[in-house]
């Protein structure tokens, strides 16, 4: 099954390498990983979306943490959560499709970025079950070029992750952003 | 008293750093990119040991970290000075070893250009190491430096690299030692459990009857040897050892069991398969002393007590798992566990025994040929009395090792265990002189892991080191071809091995030598070695076609041992 890991590091380089080494090494299998930046310059965050069983996942958020440079893992599989994803679709729509294109992309609440004689580039973010919904009603307009971020990753209420990460269930985290690496 | 502050090139930097980290001794080779360092060696009160090869500065460092816990240090140049200590950075991870390397890169304007001698060793060695930096400017190498210490002996010891561009050298900086303290807050190395975890460890215990503790190198690491024996006594519960853990508790105590594993004694394996509870004190569960894992032990409770939590249920299942220093953890468990009368099981673990001593090869009588074991048995008897490290590389003879020397002392062994590094021996051996130079240090090694890295003689010779080593030369890749005899038809395929006369070869490097063939020269040689104000090689050509008993076959069950025909009838075969 999938899980879905959100992992804070520091800002530093090399800190993305030493995250996918880990991964490729111990042969767990990254779905897809996001990095990008908090609301701590010299923080940054990834989501992580790994085929894991229950076990595999909590080896990967120890291991994750014996990395110097990681300061927090929150496996948030199963927990009332945020996820999103977002893609840009360019897809072939000539005069006589782009109404219909155009009607798919509003059912989906999708956003047209651009438009061309021969084509129409859309936005749209949702869970990664939308974005293949709309990719499957598109297909058959003929698909130029999709791009797509990966998931990212949120939970819901007012506690961000660094009050709720585990460490390997050996307890809560009490300060703010502390690791548990050995 | 020096001043806090002062204005220095990186190079008198990193001296300056490793002199307050404690560093007494360095073994390095100098090169292109580590030259300004080397330029301000002079400023310093480091003893530089020249090696013949980096490979063998890792090993020195690292048999210099194992024989004493502190942190060892090698240096190299960029590319391949760098890449010739990949090897020995792998065995220092894979057994938990405290090692700082560090290499010369080119300058930090050429990064990325493929320059000469260039090598990305931070990429090369990321899987390989606990951590490591490229230091491009003066003012963080101080940082590095010991943030570098500080992770490579905390938590789960491990080797961390440092990469020093050559104008990082050569620039200057305000040396602020105090402004450098690790500030690692991505590092907590101090875990300790939840305590319902030792209230079901305590039931559990209390619970077994028939237990066993697995002790491994964390012991050592934790330095937990008086709470490991203490937890024994009070609970009467006989100790079983890896590898690594050998000599973290006195072989001739009554507790112990004595190896684990692959080439356990068999009682030993099988008082694990009976088990009901399992406490796994700073090891692994590593494949070579499980066996399959589908039915290791599968009677027991397991209570697996390990500093990284990564290893919790990694390879076996356990009930119970209590993360945290081992030392910490048995004060909090030592107080609170009950005495129990455990006669019946440590009696049926005895009964066990008999069936092994008959076919042990100690009681063959002398038929004029030369076994490993013998020479092991010796080298036990003439060292015993002495402060002795031994120093083993990989393969038949250090199995031997492990099982004929009763190893009483903690660190009186230094072996690769996880990695199986073949030439090992001779420069850790180097490293363990170094450190402990009031203790006899021997090499025991085989032909073929000694010519892997005799190089380093010449170490030996210019550091004026006594070190003892022995050759259990049998003419093959002993192991390699014990594999072959079991498991591929006896097809000896590239194991043969032409050796020069090793004792000319010593002589060429001023090192005295001796040849033995017979079982009543061994012991006089032993002694000659022992007594010789130098360092000396002996070598002892054993019966070449000798095998490892008992062995677990790769994929078998843990009781499932090839066990050694009884002597007797070998010797009718012989005759």
Redesign the interface.
């Given at each position: 099954m999938l899980h879905t890991l959100v992992v804070y590091?520091?800002n530093k380089?090399?800190v993305l390498?030493?995250v996918v080494?880990?991964f490729r090494?111990r042969a767990f299998n990254i779905d897809s990983l996001t990095v990008g930046r908090t609301e701590k310059p010299d923080v940054s965050r990834m989501t992580i979306v790994v085929d894991a069983d229950d076990?595999q996942a909590?080896?990967i958020v120890?291991?994750v943490?014996?990395?110097?440079?990681?300061?927090l893992v929150d496996d948030i599989t199963g927990e009332p959560a945020i996820l999103r994803d977002l893609a840009f679709i360019k897809v072939g729509a000539t005069h006589q499709a782009r109404s219909h294109v155009l009607e798919l992309a509003s059912v989906f609440r999708a956003r047209v970025l651009d438009v061309a004689p021969e084509s129409l580039t859309i936005e749209i973010t949702g869970t990664e079950d939308k974005i293949d919904g709309l990719l499957e009603v598109l297909r058959p307009f003929g698909l130029l070029e999709v791009v797509r971020t990966g998931q990212v990753a949120m939970r819901r209420g007012a506690k961000p992750s660094t009050m709720t990460a585990k460490?390997?269930g050996?307890?809560p985290v009490d300060d703010d952003?502390?690791?548990?690496?050995? | 008293m020096k001043a806090q502050k002062a204005t220095l090139t990186g190079a008198r930097i990193l001296w300056e750093c490793l002199e307050r980290e404690g560093v007494k001794h360095v073994f390095g080779y100098p090169g292109g990119a580590i030259l300004p360092a080397y330029d301000a060696l002079k400023h310093s009160s480091i003893h530089h040991i020249l090696v013949r090869h980096e490979q063998g500065a890792t090993h020195m460092a690292d048999g210099y970290a194992r024989a004493t816990g502190d942190v060892g240090v090698a240096i190299a140049t960029s590319g391949p000075g760098a890449t010739n200590m990949v090897t020995g950075i792998a065995t220092a991870m894979m057994d938990s070893s405290p090692i700082v390397c560090i290499t010369g890169q080119v300058g930090s304007k050429l990064l990325g250009s493929d320059a000469f001698q260039e090598t990305d060793i931070t990429g090369v060695t990321l899987p390989i190491t606990k951590h490591n930096y490229l230091v491009t400017r003066s003012e963080d190498l101080a940082p590095a430096i010991r943030e570098a210490f500080y992770v490579a002996k905390s938590g789960r010891p491990g080797p961390v690299l440092i990469d020093i561009t050559k104008d990082a050298q050569q620039g200057t900086c305000e040396f602020d030692w105090e402004a450098a303290t690790p500030r690692l807050r991505g590092y907590r190395p101090d875990l300790s459990p939840a305590k319902e975890s030792y209230e079901r460890a305590l039931e559990l215990i209390h619970e077994a009857k028939r237990p066993v503790i697995l002790a491994g190198h964390g012991i050592l690491v934790s330095g937990a040897e008086h709470e490991v024996q203490a937890f024994a006594e009070r609970t009467s519960i006989p100790v079983a050892l890896t590898l690594l853990g050998l000599g973290t508790l006195q072989a001739s105590h009554f507790l112990n069991l004595g190896m684990m594993g692959m080439h356990g004694e068999a009682w030993v394996n099988t008082t694990i398969q009976q088990a009901d509870l399992l406490l796994a004190f700073g090891m692994r569960f590593d494949d070579r002393v499980t066996g399959n894992l589908k039915n290791y032990a599968p009677n027991a409770k397991k209570i697996h007590v390990d500093i990284d939590p990564a290893e919790i249920n990694k390879n076996v299942k356990v009930d119970v798992a209590l993360v945290g220093d081992l030392r910490k953890i048995l004060h909090e468990l030592l107080p609170r566990v009950e005495m129990r009368d455990r006669r019946e099981w440590l009696e049926s673990i005895h009964g066990l025994k008999g069936d092994t001593a008959v076919r042990d090869i100690q009681n063959l009588p002398d038929n004029g040929h030369l076994y490993a074991a013998h020479v092991i048995n010796d080298l036990w008897h003439e060292t015993r009395e002495h402060e002795s490290i031994i120093v083993t590389d990989v393969g038949q003879h250090q199995m031997w090792e492990a099982q004929y020397y009763k190893h009483e002392r903690p660190r009186s062994l230094i072996t690769s265990g996880g990695l199986g590094t073949m030439g090992f021996a001779l420069p850790a051996a180097i490293g363990a002189k170094v450190a402990c130079p009031s203790s006899d240090v021997w090499v025991v090694v085989g032909d073929g892991g000694f010519q892997m890295t005799m190089c380093e003689l010449a170490t030996i010779v210019q550091e004026n080191l006594k070190v003892n080593i022995a050759i259990i030369n049998n003419g093959y890749l002993g192991m390699v071809r014990q594999w072959q005899e079991f498991f591929y038809e006896k097809n000896y395929e590239a194991t043969p091995l032409l050796s020069p006369d090793f004792t000319k070869l010593a002589d060429a490097f001023g090192i005295r030598s001796a040849l033995v063939r017979k079982r009543s020269d061994v012991v006089p040689t032993l002694r000659d070695s022992r007594t010789h104000d130098g360092p000396m090689l002996i070598d002892f050509q054993v019966e070449q076609e000798d095998t490892v008993y008992p062995m677990v076959a790769a994929g078998a069950a843990l009781h499932e041992m090839i066990r050694r025909p009884n002597p007797l009838v070998e010797t009718a075969e012989d005759e």
């Open positions: 590091v520091e380089p090399g390498s030493r080494s880990l090494r076990d909590r080896r120890a291991n943490y014996k990395l110097i440079n990681v300061l460490a390997n050996t307890g952003t502390v690791s548990y690496s050995v | -």
